[in-house]
C-alpha cells in the first residue's frame, strides 16, 4: 500500500494505473476510520480495480475553530486499517499541500441552493468546503467511482449535483448507513460520548423510527411530528438543534407529489453533535 503526501507522486500514480487501463474508486475521508468507512473500502473494492482512500481533516468545511482542533488525527492507525482491507493508496496531504496560499486565496466551489439550506444555513461556509474539496480531490484522481455514505444525506445530494452540473465523468456511489446493534449510526464523533451518553444515544435513531410510521400513516401532519421529536428528544436527554421532513430527492418541503422523505436529525448530547437520518418510502398525499 502507497501512502502519498504529495500531489505530483499521486498524479504519477494514477497515471499508471490509467495506462494499464484500471478502473479507479476514490473514498474520501477525514479519517479516524470506523466501520461505517470500511464498509465505503469494501464497496469500492466490489467495483473498482484500484481503491484510493484520501484522509484530510479539511479546515475549509469547519465553521468552529475548536471543532477543527478537537477532530481525532489517527493516521498511523487508520492506514494499518486500510493495509489490512489491501488498499492500493492513501492519499493523506497536509493543509499547506492542498491548499498552499491558504484557505483566504483559494478557489472555491459553491453548489447554489443546496450549500445554503437546512444544515447550510445554520454552518455558513460548511458545504463550500466541502464541494471544494471533493472537486479537488476529483481533479487529482480522477476517479471512474467515489464513494459516499449516506450518514451525510445533504452531502451526498450536493455532490450528486456539483457532479451532474460540472460533467464530472465520475460515478457516485451511495453507501447504506452503518449502524450498531441498538440503532446508533456509526461516526467519529461518537468517540467523544461518554459511558452514559452511548447508553441515550440510540435513542436519535429510535425516536425517527417512531416519526416514520406516523409520516406514512399521514404524511400531511410532518410539521406536527417535528415538534413530537424535538419535544422526545429533549426529554430523552438531547438539546436539539436541527431537525426537517424533506423530500428526499429534492430536500425541499414535502408535496402531494413527493414519493420517498426523508428525515433529518441533528442534536447535541452533551457536548457532542449527533446527526442521523432515515428515508422513508411515502405514499401519494391527498391535494
Known sequence: MLIVETSPILRR??????????RIALVPT???????????IDEAKQQADIVIVSIFVNPMQFDRQSDLANYPRT?????EKLKRRGINLVFAPSAKEFYPEGMEKQTFVEVPELSSILEGASRPGHFRGVS???TKLFNLVQPDLAFFGEKDFQQLQLIRKM????SFDTQIVPVPIVRAKNGLALSSRNNNLSADELKVAPQLYNIMKQASEKLIAAPETADTLIQEMNESLRQTG???DELFIRDAETLAPLTNTTKKAVI????????????DNLQIELPT???
Open 30 to 40: 477525514m479519517g479516524n476510520l470506523h466501520d461505517g468507512h470500511l464498509t465505503l
Open 163 to 166: 457532479v451532474h452540473d460540472l
Open 75 to 79: 493516521l498511523q492507525e487508520d492506514c
Open 238 to 240: 438531547f438539546t436539539p
Open 264 to 275: 433529518l436529525m441533528a442534536a447535541w448530547l452533551g457536548q457532542t453533535r449527533l446527526i
Open 13 to 22: 500514480e494514477i497515471r499508471r494505473w490509467k495506462l494499464d487501463g484500471k
Open 132 to 134: 471544494t474539496v471533493v
Open 285 to 287: 398525499i391527498s391535494a
